[in-house]
Structure formats: C-alpha cells, structure tokens
C-alpha cells in the first residue's frame, strides 16, 4: 500500500468559490480510499498559487526528499499552483520520485504519458488566466462603485462617524458622542497641550477609546471593562492627521501596502475624495497639521546630532526597541519610557551609552577581528546556505529550460504561419499566450537569481570586512566612530540589553559568524584600573 499526503490549498481569490480545506481533504481521502493508499497526512496551506516558493508546498518537497511518502494528493492540480508554476511543481515532486494523483484527473506526472503532460500546461494556462479575470472582475466592479459616487470597504468607521445604511448603499454619519471627543482632542492639542498629556485626560474624564467602545469592530478585537478607557499616543496622533475630520474621504491612497507577504498596489492610477458630513472646521485642522509637522521636523529620532555604536542594532530583552536619550548620554527602552502605551511595561530604564558601546566595541575587537577567524565564519556561513543554493539553482535551471522551449514555440509558430495553414490574427493570439508565460518565468528566474545572490557572503562584502579588520589591527587607538559603526554593520551584529542581578548585560550576536555571547557591561574606567587585563573572554 502506498503512503500518501493530501495537500491542500486556498488563497484569498479561492475564497468565494467555498473551495475550503476540508473539502479538498474530504475530496483526497474519498480518493485514497478509492485507490488504496495510506493517508499519512493532510497539508494545509493559506497562501497564492503564482509562486512555488511557499512554505507548506517546500515543506512538502522536502518530506519528499527524505522519502516520507510515495503519492501526493491534490484535488484540482491548480492547487499545485497557477500558471507555469503548475508544472514546476509537478515536475519537483516527480523528479525526486513522487506520483502526483489529481481527483478529477488520477495520475498527472507520468512524464511519459503525452496526453497528461499536454492536460497538465492547458490546466496551468486556464488556472493561470481565471486567476487574472477573478483579479479584473473584482477591481472593475469597485471602480464601478467608485464611479457612482458610493464608498468602497467593508471595515469600520473612522472615530467620529458610523455607517448608515447596508452594503453598497451604506453612507457615513457623525456620531455626535464620539465628535465631542474628536472636537476636545483638536481643541486640546491645537491650544498647545501635548499628546501624552491629552491622552491622560481623556482616562481621567472616562472618555472610551476607539477599539473599546460596544460594539466596536474597528480592529476586530474587544478589551476588557478595565481598559474600555485606555488611550494610546498613537491613536491620537492618527486622529490628528485624518482629513476625513474636515469632510474628506479619501480612497485608493496611492502608495503600495501590504497584504500579508504580498505587496499590494492601488487599484486607481489617482485618490478617489468622497464627500462626507464634516466635524471640524478646515482653520483648526490646518493649524493643527502645522504645529504637527513643526513638531516631527525637531524630533530627536529625526537628528543625529548625537553618536551611538548601535543605532538600530539594540533592543531590550522585553522586546522593545532602544532608542537614544539626555543628550547622547544613553540607550532607553521605549517600554520602560512610555510605560503608559504598554500593556507590560519594562524595569530596564536606561544604560549608559559610553559604558554599552565600550563593552560591545571591545568583546569584537579580541573575540572577532581576527583575520583568520573571520575567513573561518564567511566559509561557515557559506556551507550554511549550500543547501537553499542548490534548491534554488535547481529552480533556476527549471525556468531556463522552459524559456527554452517557449523559444523553440516562436520557432514553431513562424513555420505555421509561413505555411499558410494558421491566420495571422491566430498566430497572434498564441503568441501573446507565450509572451506572457515567459515574461512571469523570466520574473521568476530574476527573483530567485537575486535570492542566491543574497545567500552566504558576497565576494565584495569579503574584501570589505577583511580591510577593515586590516586597519583596525593598525589604527585602532586612532579609528572614528564611524568606522567602528561600518564594522559594526558589516558584522551584522545585534545587542540585546537587560538586567540580571541588578547589574546591566549584554547578549552580544555576530550574524556573520554566527557567534553570541553575554558579556557583563563595564565602563573604559574599570578596564584602566589593570592594564592589560582583560575582561572578556
């Protein structure tokens, strides 16, 4: 008896056509039973079928390596994936001696069976363009909406308003209760009272906040009755700069987000500003915006008058970033700074930034600026990566093959025109069909390309790292910060901050060589009082 896996499949376009998980599973197990295989496992996976490299699906490939399985299942083979990536993915399973079964098709990777390797690009083609007309369907139907002046979006309404009305028809309404508040935030800060200082008000008068209100959907979580009243500095600050305070909807904002992994861009070439019931007057929420831009503009995080080692290479043990503060003088931990936007804040308040940069500048210099070790780390480094390399190249050479044989269509395609047996108009159809499935294997190739370049360590990075080192051993009672920071970096070195025993500490990790420690943090005077003693080991 054969064992087996069902591997499933859904993205967000499957999501209307009900094809759930448990019925591809029901489907696979119907179809085991039929054929006499051993269900081992069922694999799930959330996530779009235009790309082979998924998690579940390399996941699957590597079970497959270690000869877990002999069948993989699939209800449709465009679970599998779309386009050319169905075939790619067929062909990596068969390659390390995988049968492939479809449910509505049986076997699908019989290399040596024509007619399902010929069913096999025709499923890919159709899965491949019913993916690009859900794609249109979907985004002509909003422009549509668009069009006739009714808003897009299914979440909640912005503070402030609530919607009136259901579905397409649905319209924005001020909420005169939560207007009241919008209008004493704007009053309060446009009088010259900071953030920190409104939100403290607005707990002390009981005012709830936006995400604990009944009933409330805005981020689709409720809190507790003890935190219904709990504001965050950021939540202000976003109140602060929503222009639909001042009559203006604005949709289709025209900057690319993202959807998960996946990066989304808009859907109209320009904003669409709906005209909604306005709360402020266009003179208060103008002033506001100027002391708001006055105010980022002589941020300390947007200065860099002063030095740290580590900027943007440190975080407390809580998790939260560190950041600089007095001046200069040291790191602090934003949990422990803003413990009011915290839900558990952090003991760690500051450390001394001379003390820190000392103890981490000097642990690299005799444990890790070393030339010989440094060669030793990279060579590690890159025997690491050797695996994901040559998966990679594989897929490389995968996609070479098929442009090659799309090539070798153009070929075919001008003797079928020149013989008169196609017109021109048909010719022209099947070319843009190949035109298009090569520019998304080229795109494929590109990217895995660009991701093998960025495995191991690059030959320039090398020569960098080892001249700095060079200079270091020779200058290096003489080096600037800013060489010890481009050390740093090249390093690929991160500190993580905390307290042990009342004392400070430091988790030193060197990416580069995959290296880590914790070393106790000392100040350049403790070192000075024995000379040529060192503290690290």
């Given at each position: 008896m054969k064992r087996a896996i069902i591997y499933t499949r859904v993205s967000s376009d499957e999501q209307k056509k009900n094809n759930s998980p448990s019925a591809q599973r029901d489907d696979g197990i119907a179809y085991a039973e039929e054929q006499g295989f051993a269900v081992l496992y069922v694999m799930s996976e959330d996530f779009t079928g235009t790309t082979i490299d998924r998690p579940i699906f390399n996941r699957l490939l590597e079970l497959a390596d270690a000869g877990?399985?002999?069948?993989?299942i699939v209800q449709h083979p465009d679970r599998l994936g779309r386009g050319p990536v169905l075939e790619m993915a067929i062909a990596l399973l068969a390659k390390r001696g995988v049968?492939?079964?479809?449910?509505?098709?049986?076997?699908?990777?019989?290399?040596?069976?024509?007619?399902?390797?010929?069913?096999?690009?025709?499923?890919?083609?159709?899965?491949?363009?019913?993916?690009?007309?859900i794609k249109r369907r979907t985004q002509r139907g909003?422009?549509?909406k668009v069009t006739e002046g009714k808003i897009h979006g299914c979440g909640g309404a912005p503070f402030g308003y609530c919607w009136e009305g259901r579905g397409a028809n649905r319209i924005l309404v001020i909420n005169e209760e939560e207007a009241k508040t919008v209008c004493l935030i704007f009053e309060l800060y446009d009088s010259g009272i900071k953030v920190i200082d409104i939100v403290r008000k607005l707990e002390a008068m009981g005012i709830p906040s936006p995400s604990a209100l009944p009933g409330s959907s805005r981020n689709g979580t409720y809190r507790k009755q003890s935190e219904t009243c709990h504001w965050i500095r950021a939540v202000v600050y976003r109140m602060l700069r929503r222009r639909t305070y001042v009559g203006e909807y604005v949709a289709f904002k025209l900057h690319n987000w993202r959807h998960g992994n996946k990066q989304?861009?808009?859907?109209?070439?320009?904003?669409?500003?709906?005209?909604?019931?306005?709360?402020?007057?266009?003179?208060r929420f103008e002033?506001?915006?100027?002391?708001?831009?006055?105010?980022?503009?002589?941020?300390?995080?947007?200065?860099?008058?002063?030095?740290?080692?580590?900027?943007?290479?440190?975080?407390?043990?809580?998790?939260?970033?560190?950041?600089g503060g007095t001046r200069g003088q040291c790191y602090r931990c934003c949990a422990a700074d803003h413990k009011h936007d915290v839900t558990a804040p952090c003991d760690s308040r500051?450390?001394?930034?001379?003390?820190?940069?000392?103890?981490?500048?000097?642990?690299?210099?005799?444990?890790?600026?070393?030339?010989?070790?440094?060669?030793?780390?990279?060579?590690?480094?890159r025997d690491g990566s050797a695996s994901e390399r040559d998966r990679l190249v594989e897929r490389v050479a995968y996609y070479k093959e098929r442009i090659?044989?799309?090539?070798?269509?153009?070929?075919?395609?001008?003797?079928?025109?020149?013989?008169?047996?196609?017109?021109?108009?048909?010719?022209?159809?099947?070319?843009?069909?190949?035109d298009t499935s090569r520019a998304e294997m080229a795109k494929e190739?590109?990217?895995?390309?660009?991701?093998?370049?960025?495995?191991?360590?690059?030959?320039?990075?090398?020569?960098?790292?080892?001249?700095?080192?060079?200079?270091?051993?020779e200058k290096v009672k003489v080096l600037t910060n800013e060489g010890k920071r481009e050390i740093v970096e090249l390093l690929d070195t991160r500190v993580v901050l905390y307290r042990k025993d009342g004392e400070s500490w430091c988790h030193i990790d060197v990416g580069l060589l995959e290296q880590q420690d914790e070393q106790p943090i000392i100040s350049p005077q403790a070192c000075e009082v024995q000379p040529g003693v060192s503290s690290f080991g």
């Amino acid at each position: 008896m054969k064992r087996a896996i069902i591997y499933t499949r859904v993205s967000s376009d499957e999501q209307k056509k009900n094809n759930s998980p448990s019925a591809q599973r029901d489907d696979g197990i119907a179809y085991a039973e039929e054929q006499g295989f051993a269900v081992l496992y069922v694999m799930s996976e959330d996530f779009t079928g235009t790309t082979i490299d998924r998690p579940i699906f390399n996941r699957l490939l590597e079970l497959a390596d270690a000869g877990f399985m002999e069948v993989v299942i699939v209800q449709h083979p465009d679970r599998l994936g779309r386009g050319p990536v169905l075939e790619m993915a067929i062909a990596l399973l068969a390659k390390r001696g995988v049968e492939v079964h479809a449910c509505n098709r049986g076997l699908i990777s019989d290399e040596d069976d024509e007619n399902a390797q010929i069913q096999n690009s025709v499923d890919g083609l159709v899965s491949g363009v019913e993916r690009h007309n859900i794609k249109r369907r979907t985004q002509r139907g909003i422009v549509q909406k668009v069009t006739e002046g009714k808003i897009h979006g299914c979440g909640g309404a912005p503070f402030g308003y609530c919607w009136e009305g259901r579905g397409a028809n649905r319209i924005l309404v001020i909420n005169e209760e939560e207007a009241k508040t919008v209008c004493l935030i704007f009053e309060l800060y446009d009088s010259g009272i900071k953030v920190i200082d409104i939100v403290r008000k607005l707990e002390a008068m009981g005012i709830p906040s936006p995400s604990a209100l009944p009933g409330s959907s805005r981020n689709g979580t409720y809190r507790k009755q003890s935190e219904t009243c709990h504001w965050i500095r950021a939540v202000v600050y976003r109140m602060l700069r929503r222009r639909t305070y001042v009559g203006e909807y604005v949709a289709f904002k025209l900057h690319n987000w993202r959807h998960g992994n996946k990066q989304v861009k808009p859907i109209l070439k320009e904003s669409v500003v709906f005209e909604v019931p306005a709360i402020l007057s266009k003179e208060r929420f103008e002033s506001v915006q100027f002391r708001l831009d006055t105010g980022n503009n002589l941020s300390t995080r947007n200065n860099k008058k002063y030095f740290y080692l580590l900027r943007r290479l440190v975080r407390c043990k809580c998790g939260y970033r560190i950041s600089g503060g007095t001046r200069g003088q040291c790191y602090r931990c934003c949990a422990a700074d803003h413990k009011h936007d915290v839900t558990a804040p952090c003991d760690s308040r500051s450390y001394n930034v001379r003390d820190v940069d000392f103890t981490v500048w000097q642990w690299i210099v005799e444990n890790v600026l070393d030339e010989d070790t440094l060669r030793i780390g990279i060579e590690r480094k890159r025997d690491g990566s050797a695996s994901e390399r040559d998966r990679l190249v594989e897929r490389v050479a995968y996609y070479k093959e098929r442009i090659g044989g799309i090539d070798k269509e153009y070929e075919r395609l001008k003797l079928l025109f020149t013989s008169g047996l196609f017109t021109l108009e048909e010719i022209a159809k099947d070319k843009r069909k190949l035109d298009t499935s090569r520019a998304e294997m080229a795109k494929e190739r590109a990217q895995l390309e660009e991701q093998i370049q960025a495995l191991g360590v690059s030959a320039e990075r090398e020569r960098r790292i080892l001249e700095a080192v060079r200079d270091v051993k020779e200058k290096v009672k003489v080096l600037t910060n800013e060489g010890k920071r481009e050390i740093v970096e090249l390093l690929d070195t991160r500190v993580v901050l905390y307290r042990k025993d009342g004392e400070s500490w430091c988790h030193i990790d060197v990416g580069l060589l995959e290296q880590q420690d914790e070393q106790p943090i000392i100040s350049p005077q403790a070192c000075e009082v024995q000379p040529g003693v060192s503290s690290f080991g």
